[in-house]
């Protein structure tokens, strides 16, 4: 079948991307409405397959993946590859009208996930409203055959994905916050592979659990699935080994908890070296204004061999809900390998240097009919002030076929004005964004400075802002405002970690590059689902190069229509 299929695609498709080691993997995704049953009660979700989580994917470095995606559910649905750079062919991107119009139910999308440099744990999800809290799961990303490990070999792999459950249906939830302009309600539990964890009502039962046995390595794959929160996450009595995150690998780091974003994957490494029993896995929010659940969300570790199990478990000691300190140090602990086989290739010498500010913010509703968010207004985020409003026609689309009125081309640079972003109370005139659908153009192979800037408009929060169809290097970051002549001196140009999902601290910022050579249109957004819905997004368009191979391919003849 390959041997068939290989030419095929090559010729007709992507021939010129894919290395002459590439394998390829087909994959068959039924979207479904299944009978799932969590926390005492049952409901109607959609999934993968039947599967909730959904079936991992497994690939080899620079693979061909052809996923088969059949409609047989009663909703629209999109899937994303979250951390896939598809160079040259975002028609299998997956974000709803910016690269395709949905999946329609009884209709059938085959997406060709190109492989390039990524090396760890991806994952991929639905990327059409709120469908993500139950169609996803891991995509893993092997070394080629040739290839090890930069670390020792671990004796098992496990995959993580930490999630979310609501016993109401996350379809209404949406709506609903959408509906009133205030906050969505928080869910009923966070969940460790698709298990709440004994600490939740009705679920000792299905509590996750992996066995390990006393003195091996084990690699663990972990995935911030979770919709609107930074976790925290430890082991008891464990130390972890960070070895990699958003597909790519990290010098090592010893740390008795992590700090995960939405969006966000971490490798790790456990040593089973504690006394044979059980102990806790378990993941709780940070979170540093509003939108708390303080719940925890359970598995166990459970060492293999003969001996009484502890009558009850020891929760790990996490760091407050509300530290950004503990968050923050985490995060600022990851670096690149940036040695021979895995170099890194910063950009130094920067064509465009753009500032985004990222908001909460809010608007004004009909006094006959006022609103839940802060003084009776309308919430809403926005990128440098402008809230992104999804056409009815796929941004890429247009852009390739050259169809006017759907997009504006000029997102600004810089925010449409300067003000003090983080002071403690920042004036009620700049609260107001404006609606649009506007796209930033970056000409091929520009080299990108994009400083994130977080604002307290309506009272800062983290943002993890993710960017498609790149990975970018994270050079600097720190609170209160970026001063242009000061910060960059202490950037991180050596051996920054290379990412495609970052979180900006609260009221803070943060820096990173990259090279505009893979042409497309790609969307770049908040990963809390809430943020996203109200409007933090907005789109690139990086034009064509003149060679041949830096030009977008043509799409494939079974897009979806609008």
């Not at 040593?271 to 925890?296: C, L, M």
């Not at 500010?357 to 402008?386: K, M, Y």
Request: aromatic content about 12%; overall charge neutral.
């Amino acid at each position: 079948m390959k041997a068939l299929i290989f030419p095929f695609i090559c010729v007709i498709l992507l021939c010129g991307v894919l290395p002459s080691h590439a394998e390829v993997r087909r994959y068959k995704f039924e979207l479904r409405n299944t009978s799932y049953s969590r926390l005492c009660s049952n409901k109607t979700i959609l999934t993968i397959n039947g599967q909730f989580p959904g079936p991992t994917i497994y690939a080899r470095k620079g693979d061909l993946v052809i996923v088969d995606v059949y409609n047989l559910a009663d909703h629209n649905i999109t899937i994303h590859w979250h951390g896939v750079k598809l160079p040259r062919y975002p028609w299998s991107d997956g974000p709803e009208y910016v690269t395709q119009c949905p999946i329609r139910p009884g209709t059938k999308f085959t997406q060709r996930v190109v492989l390039s440099d990524e090396e760890g744990t991806l994952w991929w999800h639905a990327h059409s409203e709120w469908s993500r809290a139950t169609v996803l799961g891991a995509l893993v990303v092997l070394p080629q055959k040739r290839d090890d490990y930069p670390f020792p070999k671990p004796h098992a792999e496990v995959p993580i994905i930490l999630g979310e459950w609501w016993k109401s249906d996350v379809q209404q939830v949406m709506e609903e916050f959408l509906r009133t302009g205030g906050d969505p309600n928080v869910s009923d539990a966070f969940l460790i592979n698709g298990q709440p964890g004994d600490l939740y009502p009705c679920s000792r039962q299905d509590t996750f659990k992996v066995t390990v046995e006393y003195g091996k390595t084990y690699l663990f794959r972990m995935v911030n699935a979770v919709m609107n929160n930074i976790m925290f996450f430890e082991i008891a009595n464990h130390n972890l080994t960070v070895v990699g995150s958003d597909g790519s690998y990290t010098k090592p780091i010893n740390s008795n908890y992590i700090t995960i974003s939405p969006g966000q994957t971490i490798d790790f490494l456990l040593e089973a070296n504690q006394n044979p029993s059980q102990y806790y896995i378990a993941a709780k929010v940070y979170a540093r204004a509003g939108f708390v659940d303080n719940t925890t969300t359970t598995g166990i570790i459970e060492y293999a061999g003969n001996y009484t199990p502890p009558s009850s478990l020891i929760l790990p000691t996490f760091p407050r809900v509300n530290d950004t300190l503990a968050s923050v140090t985490f995060t600022n602990q990851l670096r690149s390998l940036a040695n021979k086989r895995y170099p890194v290739d910063v950009p130094l010498n920067i064509t465009d240097k753009l500032l985004f500010a990222i908001s909460i913010n809010t608007r004004p509703c009909p006094t006959e009919s006022p609103c839940a968010g802060p003084s009776d207004n309308r919430l809403l985020a926005s990128v440098n002030n402008i809230t992104l409003v999804l056409p009815k026609e796929a941004i890429l689309q247009a852009y390739y076929k050259h169809i006017g009125g759907v997009y504006e081309a000029d997102f600004p640079d810089n925010p449409p004005f300067r003000y003090n972003y983080t002071e403690d109370t920042v004036p009620g005139l700049l609260w107001t964004p404006e609606n649009g659908t506007d796209v930033n153009v970056l000409e091929y192979n520009s080299t990108v400075e994009l400083v994130f800037q977080g604002t307290n408009i309506a009272g800062g929060v983290d943002h993890p802002m993710h960017l498609h169809g790149y990975s970018f290097y994270v050079v600097g970051s720190g609170f209160g405002n970026f001063n242009r002549s000061r910060d960059p001196l202490n950037y991180n140009l050596v051996d920054p970690p290379l990412m495609e999902t970052i979180a900006v601290p609260r009221n803070g910022w943060t820096a990173i590059r990259f090279r505009a050579d893979n042409p497309g249109v790609w969307f770049m957004h908040c990963h809390f689902e809430r943020h996203v819905s109200w409007g933090m997004g907005m789109t690139f368009i990086v034009k064509n190069g003149k060679g041949p191979n830096a030009k977008m391919l043509p799409p494939p003849p079974d897009m979806p229509k609008c």
